[in-house]
């Protein structure tokens, strides 16, 4: 074997270090799931729709999507060992008592329906550790339907039908960290309860999935474009990472942001925090160049629906399991173990 001479690029960046057939992004703000645009195809499919296309490589049809629905409603139950666990962790984070309860399920298959039944508890996980309402009044409609109702406990369409958008947008996103992280764990081979808890640990970082709760925590009080520079300005003086602002890849926009940003011009114009967030993202771009991501507008987003801050990590989560189902099956199809080097720089002949 020949060793690469060069040591890659600090954190990978600009380094592919594998083929995928899932989805692409690009440096100009593109984001394609299995050859589809991403923001063409939130107009027009389900998440049901996207998630089958994203599993099974190609999209179903009405009696396909229909069954899928009904799959994922059915295998939502949890074993009662499980309600235990979530029961002993109530009112910690959402996302622990979640990374918790996935690596106590067990899964013995490996294939697609085997990890999508695994994908099925993330929501009832979620309202059970969120003191949710009880999961059996929930509709027995959409996905993001019987989601939004774990949630705040209404059985509203209309606001379904938004969360349904971001849930679409979170849902797949090449080898992002929390994906990279699932692959090198698939890898060894591991099964997929190990393989979701390692990239559900990775998801929490605030530099990942964690930075959309972050945002909130400024954007609510600002209150005019006076405080709005203030706060960039004293953020970015004090040399301090400005939350739901830059990307790995997207230098230049990033679509789902944009798209998200499109939603909430439409359907909730008149608030103020809306063309306050507007106008940081015009500000942090003319100051710093650094474009606003999915999690700065998707955090307002979920707010204004009317969703609680400690669930959205977890929507996040609940979405994008749906990419990682079908990473798992891409990296079992063509496995290698991932185990690359590290080029030692410490110190060399020591004596005892
Ligand atoms: N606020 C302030 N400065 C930022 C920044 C941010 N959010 N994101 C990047 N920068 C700055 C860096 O400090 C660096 O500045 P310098 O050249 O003066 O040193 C420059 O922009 C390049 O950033 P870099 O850290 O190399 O980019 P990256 O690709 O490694 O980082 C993120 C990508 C996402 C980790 C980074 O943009 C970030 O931490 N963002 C905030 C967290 C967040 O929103 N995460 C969700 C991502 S979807």
Known sequence: MKLMEELAPKGLQGVYVDK???????????????????VEIADRLSFEEIAYLLVYSR??????????????IENSKLPGYVVKIISAMKGMNIM?????????LTVSGRDEKSLLSLAAKFPAIVNLAGDGPD??????????????????GRDDQKNAGLLEKILIMYMEHEFNASTFALRVTASTLADPACAFTSALATLKG??????????????LGLKSQDEVRRYVDDTLAKKEKLMGFGHRVY??????????????????????????AVFMEEYVWEKKNLAANVDFYGALYMYLLGIDEKYYLPVFACSRVFGWVAHYIEQQSNNKLIRPLALYTGKKDQKI
Do not use: C, W
């Open 20 to 38: 995928t057939e899932i989805a692409t992004t690009d440096s100009t703000g593109n984001l394609v799931y299995r050859g589809y645009r991403v």
């Open 59 to 72: 999209l179903p049809n009405r009696e396909e999507t229909d069954e899928f629905r009904k799959f994922l």
């Open 96 to 104: 622990d008592i979640l990374r918790t309860s996935v690596s106590a």
């Open 135 to 152: 999961p059996d009044k929930a509709p027995t409609g959409s996905f993001s339907e019987r989601f939004y109702y774990f949630m705040t």
């Open 206 to 219: 605030p530099l990942h999935g964690g930075a959309n709760s972050e945002v909130l925590k400024f954007l």
């Open 251 to 276: 230098k230049d926009r990033d679509p789902r942001a944009q798209y998200i940003k499109g939603l909430l011009l439409r359907y909730f114009s008149d608030r103020e925090v809306v063309r306050n």
